[in-house]
Every structure is written in C-alpha cells, then in structure tokens.
C-alpha cells in the first residue's frame, strides 16, 4: 500500500517536474520568436524607409524633369507668338505702305483730273462762241441766197421735197418692177418646191398605217420589262432589229414603226417571243433576234415554195423562189408586191391563152417580172429594177422570153418576144385597179432607203436604220474602225450630205452610236 502511495506520489512529482520543465523551455521558445519577430520587423522598416527615400527621390527627379518639359514647351508658345506677332506687325507695316502709295496715286490722279476739267470748260467755252459764229455766219448766207435766187428759205426747202419725191416714185417703180419680174422667175420653182413639201407631209401621214404594226400585250406589267432598266432593253431591240419601238399609254399594246415590213416582222416575232419565256435582256434579245430572222428567212422560202405551186410553175430556180417569198415583205406603190405579181401572173396566162401564146411561160414571166425590187445587197439598188430582175433571170437559167419581158415591162430595153407586150400589159392592169396603189407612199419609202444608203457610202458604219418617219437616222459603226471624235465628225457629215443631195420636209436627226464590247469565254 505504502509502495502504491510512494509509486503514485513519484508519479505526479515526475508529471509536475516535466510539465515545469516543459513550460521553462516553451517560455524560451516564445522568447526567441519575438526577439527573431523584432529583429525582422527592424529589417523590413529599414527596406521600407530605404524605399521610401529612393521613390521619393525618383518622384522628385520626375517632377524636375516634367517642370523642365513644361518651361520648354510654355518656352516655345511664347516665341511662336512672338514670331506671329513679328509677322502681323510686318503685314502691318506693309499694308500702311501699301494706302500710302495707294494715297499718292490718288491725290496725283485727282490732280490730273482737275487739269482735265480745267481744260475741258476752257474748250467748252471755245466752242460756244465758234457754234454762236457758226449760226450767224448761216444765218448771213441765208440772207444773201434768198436775196440773190429771189425765194424765201420755205419756198427753196418746198421745191426740195417736191424734187426727191419725184426721184422717190421712179426709183421704187423701177425697183418694183424688178422685183416682179424676178417674182415671176422664181414663182414657179417656189411653187413646185411648196407642192413637193406637201405632198411629202400628207405621204408621211398616210404611210403610217403601212408602216407600223401593233404588238398586244396581256397585261401593261410586261412594258416595264420591254422597257428594262434605265431603257437598255428597248434599245438592244432597237439595235438589233432596226425598228423603233413606241411605249406610250395605249392600254395592253405597243406599236412598232418601221418602213421595212422584213423588220418589222422579225422585231413583232422576237418580242412575243421574249415576252412568252419572260426572260429579257440584251444578251437574249439578240440571240432571240438572230433566232427569228433564220426563221423569216426558212418562212421566205417557204412562201415562194407554195407561190409558185399554187401558179403551176415548175423548174424555178431556189434564189428565184427565195426572191418570190421575199415579195411578200415588200410593197410597189402601196401595193404589195408578191400580190401584184400573183396578180399579174394570172392576168398574163390569162391573155396569153386569148392570144394564142404560150400560157405557162407568160405566168412565169407576169410571176417574175418585179423580182429586181427585192435586192440582195445595197449595191444592187443602184440599178432598175427591171434591169435587174432581167440579170437574175439570166444567171438563174430563165428562158430569153421571160427575160426579155422582165426587162422590157418598163421600156428600159427593146422589146423582141410576144410576151413581153402581155407583161407590160397585166403589170398597167394590176397597177391601175382603183385602190391598188399609193405613189406617194413609194416615194416615201424610197426616201428611207435613200436616207440609209447616204450612211452606208461612209467608211465604217456597220448598219444604218431610218427611223421616226424619216426624221431620224441611227447609225451604227464599227468601233474597231471609228473612235468617239470621228462618230462626231461623221455624225456632221451624214447631215452635210443630207442636206445637199436630198429632198425632205421638217428636219432629220443623225445620231450615231459606237458601242465598244469586250467577250471572253471560260473553259
């Protein structure tokens, strides 16, 4: 029992004794740490106040220098002033100069002018007294001529008047009768000049209704895109058809005007094409256009296919078919050609059988007779109709007969076959049937022609389209071979010759287009 006692009371003594010693040495730990805490705390005030004097040095340089930075600155506005100052000062200086000089000129001119003035009374004064001399000196002379002729100065001024009045009267009776007898010169070319002006306006109006033709439309929507943007599709079709096309307020319909029914129907085709797919453009209207023409050109031939069936005319040469079915495309007089010559054809088989001549050759030749009014190129147009017509019967292998009598139907060569009476015949009959023909409307389309053939005698021009009535011409020239000065200059010239060598009412417009085109393909 005494030994447990002893054994606990050791234990707690050694507990006590380690716990002392325990807080002994966690005492010197601490006291360490905070002696270890001062001496860093030392360390980083020190770095603190190390740092603190070198930013405040730093800060106090930068100051310095800013302070240097401004002064030059506030340095330079100052002598930029100054230099702005010197300058005002010198403009100044001259402007000061410059009034005084300006003072002087004045004071000299005014000087002048007062001397000038001075001068001018003193003549003044002068002139007076040699105009006061003047009148009494006349009126001296009056005296002495009244004195010496015995009459007063009314009476001689009396006899005056009644002198020049009868030197007045036989002046203007000669200058009257001059001007009658020059009246009477001029009188009758005035008077067929006035009768050819008019009837070449009534020819204008009256061609119209064979001139134009009227394209309906479903719906006054579709004119918007004839028209295109800005026009450019209008005027790709006027381009490529040569017909002048008219948009105007008429509802659901356009009107297409063009001397030359070919074209006319080439541009009424290629519209209601492009009009039924819906696509419009320049690029398709010409292809719709070169589409058509190949299609009037097969509708040619097919034409004089069927002419010459329906007549019984056998053996006829192609280009002669060709030309037939061209006749419908073209009028004599009003008249329409391929009418007039089925008509005449008729006629001549007829009176060729009453007279005992070969009936089928007469129709053949009466079929043939007005084929040189078709020409194939411009050059030909230069020539008679006859005379032409003549010279494609030959080249095509026609006999004697008929070429004789298409050659002959105008007088133009000497007639040597029976059939050639009978043709020149037939063609009066035809032509003379009450309502079959209009003059004046030939002669206005041959006043077209000759208006384009005048642009085509122009190097360069690559088509030429009369259009408006005759009052316009538009031209279309190579831009390969015309450049924009020369389009101008040709422009002017076309009018010159116009005007020289051609008839016309009114005035006509030239107007000349150059159209440069860049076109590649991508393979």
């Not at 009535?469 to 390969?480: F, K, M, N, T």
């Amino acid at each position: 029992m005494d030994i447990t006692i002893i054994s606990i009371v050791a234990v707690i003594i050694g507990l006590a004794i380690g716990f002392g010693i325990a807080k002994m040495l966690e005492k010197g730990k601490a006291t360490k740490t905070i002696a270890n805490a001062k001496k860093e705390a030392e360390k980083i005030l020190k770095d603190a106040q190390k740092e603190g004097e070198n930013i405040k040095k730093d800060k106090i340089f930068q100051a310095k220098e800013k302070f240097l930075e401004l002064k030059a600155e506030h340095e330079k506005v100052i002598i930029n002033k100054d230099k702005k100052i010197a300058e005002a000062e010198k403009r100044t200086r001259d402007k000061e100069s410059q009034v005084g000089s300006e003072l002087a000129k004045n004071k000299r001119l005014k000087d002048q002018l007062d001397a000038e003035l001075k001068d001018l009374e003193h003549k003044t004064d002068i002139l007076e007294k040699k105009k006061a001399e003047v009148d009494r000196l006349h009126k001296s002379q009056v005296q002495q001529l009244e004195v010496i002729s015995g009459l007063s100065a009314d009476e001689a001024k009396a006899q005056l008047l009644e002198s020049l009045k009868e030197t007045a009267k036989s002046d203007a009776m000669a200058f009257m009768q001059s001007t009658m007898e020059e009246a009477k010169l001029t009188a009758q070319q005035e008077a067929r000049k006035i009768v050819i002006n008019t009837i070449q306006r009534i020819g204008t109006e009256e061609a119209v209704e064979n001139c134009v033709s009227v394209f309906n439309l479903e719906s006054d929507d579709v004119k918007g895109r004839i028209i295109g943007r800005e026009g450019r599709n209008i005027r790709a079709i006027e381009a490529a058809t040569g017909v002048e096309i008219i948009v105007d307020d008429t509802p659901e319909a356009i009107i297409l005007s063009c001397f030359d029914s070919v074209r006319r129907e080439v541009a009424r085709l290629s519209l209601h094409r492009l009009v039924t797919d819906g696509r419009i453009h320049p690029a398709r209207i010409e292809e719709i256009v070169k589409k058509t023409e190949k299609q009037i050109n097969e509708e040619i031939a097919e034409i004089g296919k069927r002419t010459v069936i329906d007549l019984g005319i056998h053996g006829l040469h192609p280009e002669l078919i060709k030309a037939v079915g061209r006749m419908k495309y073209r009028s004599s007089y009003g008249q329409n050609l391929l009418q007039h010559s089925r008509e005449v054809a008729k006629l001549c088989g007829v009176m060729a059988s009453e007279l005992g001549v070969n009936p089928k050759l007469a129709k053949r030749a009466g079929l043939l007779h007005d084929i040189g009014k078709v020409p194939n190129s411009e050059v030909d147009v230069e020539t008679p109709h006859a005379i032409l017509g003549m010279q494609w019967a030959e080249k095509y292998g026609e006999k004697k007969d008929v070429c004789n009598a298409i050659g002959a139907h105008h007088d133009e060569i000497e007639m040597t076959s029976l059939i050639s009476p009978i043709v020149q015949v037939c063609d009066a009959i035809s032509g003379a049937r009450p309502g079959a023909r209009r003059q004046v409307l030939d002669s206005y389309i041959q006043r077209l022609k000759d208006l384009e053939d005048i642009a085509f005698g122009f190097g360069g021009v690559q088509k030429a389209y009369a259009i408006q009535a005759g009052r316009e011409l538009r031209v279309i020239v190579e831009s390969e071979k015309v450049n924009d000065d020369q389009a101008a200059e040709l422009s002017f010239n076309i009018s010159q010759k116009i005007q020289t060598d051609m008839t016309y009412p009114g005035q006509v417009k030239v107007t000349v287009i150059r159209e440069t085109r860049s076109v590649n393909v991508a393979k």
